[in-house]
């Protein structure tokens, strides 16, 4: 491991499933046992929002009792002692990088604990339920509020900083992600562009194996503190 500057990750759900969290997103192509076009669609949030609502209100109870593992916490001793810029770029709308004490993340498809105002675009945490009736805090309306999350058919979050992170950063670690949900799945593809090294730790390969200059094979959990030893090795 060479020093480096800028360091990107990204991490998907392989990082949270060590957390207890399961993956969303099944290969039968459903969200959380529940169809996709039921949950997790803007049609369906103005069809039905106590639907929708409830689906992300029962969710929020088991993400706010997960607690981050060593391949969350690798990544705050690696921001805390590298002589470096850190960033973290997630698919995850669970809060585990934050409690963790992460920095620099940017969750692309939003978070679970919070809420937009489809009126007025403001944006406020709760971990509690929301409803239909639920009124905006700044606003003042009722039945505006939408889960921020990005929705299938929605565009990502952040897309314009990530480019540029990507373009800056020397180091990409892609870790815990399946390599086949766009856009993240085309990161690799414009850090290799950049001439970035890339780094990928998976449970397998994924298919995007030909834009990593290295694939570590195995746990979050266990593989990226060894990654984040060899980085600090090399830190002076």
Known sequence: MRKYKKILFLTGAGISAESGISTFRSENGLWNNHRVEDVATIEAYYKNQDYVHDFYNNMRP?????????????????????????????????TLHEKAKNKNIYHIHGQINQIVCMNCGNIYETWGDVTSESICCNCNLMGTLKPNIVFFGEYPLYMDKIENLLRICDLFISVGTSGVVYPAAGFVQTAKYYGVDTIEINLEPTSNNLYFDKHIVGKAGVELPRLVEALLKNND
């Open 62 to 94: 088991d993400l706010w009792n997960s607690k981050p593992n060593d391949a969350h916490l690798a990544i705050t001793k690696l921001q805390q002692n590298y002589d470096g810029e850190v960033y973290i770029v997630t698919q995850n709308i669970d």
